[in-house]
């Protein structure tokens, strides 16, 4: 039994392309993409860092589709 038929998921859930809409908006998210933004509309230069597989990328996703 694979783990998806196990735990009932309809979706992969660890894949790399998931969509923008069925991201959980967690604090974390949200703080990211709120001062990504923020120095965006400043046309300031910006760095995010963590681990790997920490959601940089996701968050970046996730900050420009607003």
Known sequence: MSYKTFFGFQKEPFAQDVQLDDLYPLPGLQAVTER???????????????????????????????
């Open 36 to 66: 990504f933004l923020y120095a965006l509309n400043l046309g300031a230069v910006s760095i995010i860092t963590g681990d790997v597989g920490s959601g940089k990328s996701t968050a970046l996703r996730h900050a420009a589709g607003k």
